[in-house]
């Protein structure tokens, strides 16, 4: 499994690289979501130390002894009862998509001191089954988030499983511009070449570098 952890990282190294930037500008976001332990274990000890959790619950029972080791990024939707955990938890929150979720984050934050980075999910296929603002709602929601004080860093999207991706990672980065958010989050194990080149700062890999999950 190291191997192709190997492989993945210089993938991901050539790809930013290609596209005019430094080797190391993309960070990899290990997808260990429902994944076993010990699939997680060469990876963590390979030396990867940012993964990416789609459950509260599931992340606390799995990394709370080995906190201190990694940076932990919530990429799955966050129900606004859960938020609390998830302040005190997680780094980096993706998953901030709602104005419900924006005020109960901000109060979150108040009171517990600690702010976890957040990056807004945008619904670049306006998908009724996904979650995320919008583009046309974008930049308003964002701004709804500063005026709360969110530390807002940068965008995350999931396009429609089918056809070109590009499009819907570009449309993301022309959002990210306008609104002087320096981090784009897009791009997973099928297309996270293509989101490099369209300017991803990091891409979560799961089923590439884990298998399958069981």
Same mark, same amino acid.
């Given at each position: 499994?190291?191997?192709?952890?190997a492989?993945?990282?210089?993938?991901i190294?050539?790809?930013a690289?290609?596209?005019?930037?430094?080797a190391?500008?993309?960070?990899?976001?290990?997808?260990?979501?429902l994944q076993?332990?010990?699939h997680?274990?060469p990876?963590?000890a390979a030396?990867?130390r940012v993964?990416g959790?789609?459950r509260?619950q599931?992340?606390?029972?799995?990394?709370?002894?080995r906190?201190?080791?990694?940076?932990?990024r919530?990429?799955g939707?966050?129900?606004?009862n *859960?938020?609390?955990e998830?302040? @005190?938890f997680? =780094?980096v929150i993706?998953s $901030?998509? /709602?104005?419900?979720?924006?005020? %109960?984050?901000?109060?979150?934050?108040?009171?517990?001191?600690?702010?976890?980075?957040?990056?807004?999910?945008v619904?670049?296929?306006e998908?009724?089954q *996904?979650a995320g603002?919008v583009? @046309?709602?974008a =930049?308003?929601f964002?701004? $709804?988030c /500063?005026?709360l004080?969110?530390p %807002?860093e940068?965008?995350m999207?999931i396009?429609?499983?089918?056809g070109?991706?590009a499009?819907?990672?570009r449309l993301l980065?022309?959002?990210?511009?306008?609104?002087d958010?320096a981090k784009?989050?897009m791009?997973?194990?099928?297309?996270?070449?293509?989101a490099?080149?369209?300017?991803?700062?990091s891409?979560?890999?799961g089923?590439?570098?884990?298998?399958s999950?069981?």
């Amino acid at each position: 499994m190291s191997d192709v952890y190997a492989s993945i990282q210089s993938r991901i190294r050539a790809a930013a690289v290609a596209s005019g930037r430094p080797a190391d500008a993309v960070t990899l976001v290990a997808v260990s979501k429902l994944q076993p332990w010990d699939h997680i274990a060469p990876i963590l000890a390979a030396g990867q130390r940012v993964f990416g959790e789609n459950r509260v619950q599931e992340a606390m029972g799995r990394w709370s002894e080995r906190r201190a080791q990694v940076e932990l990024r919530l990429i799955g939707p966050l129900q606004s009862n *859960k938020a609390h955990e998830a302040v @005190g938890f997680f =780094d980096v929150i993706e998953s $901030l998509d /709602r104005e419900k979720l924006a005020h %109960v984050l901000a109060g979150e934050i108040q009171a517990q001191g600690k702010a976890p980075r957040l990056f807004v999910q945008v619904n670049t296929g306006e998908e009724p089954q *996904k979650a995320g603002v919008v583009p @046309g709602q974008a =930049d308003a929601f964002i701004a $709804l988030c /500063r005026g709360l004080d969110l530390p %807002v860093e940068g965008l995350m999207c999931i396009p429609p499983a089918q056809g070109d991706p590009a499009p819907h990672f570009r449309l993301l980065g022309q959002i990210a511009a306008r609104n002087d958010l320096a981090k784009l989050s897009m791009g997973m194990s099928d297309d996270f070449e293509t989101a490099i080149a369209c300017g991803a700062t990091s891409v979560r890999v799961g089923s590439a570098l884990f298998g399958s999950r069981t």
